[in-house]
């Protein structure tokens, strides 16, 4: 949690603002994966 995001766990646990910071994060990062990933398989199944 610290090396991901730069705060402990017990901080992310007491701070709702710094909470949904992080949750909105990974939010925006797993859909940016998900849109790399759908590419590179639509690149791989034409190939």
Excluded: F, P, W
């Excluded at 701070?15 to 990933?37: M, P």
């Amino acid at each position: 949690m610290h090396q991901s995001h730069g705060i402990g766990y017990a901080e992310y646990e007491r701070s709702l603002e710094k909470r949904l910071k992080i949750e909105q994060k990974r939010e925006r990062d797993y859909r940016q994966s998900q849109q790399v990933l759908h590419q590179l398989t639509g690149k791989v199944n034409k190939s």
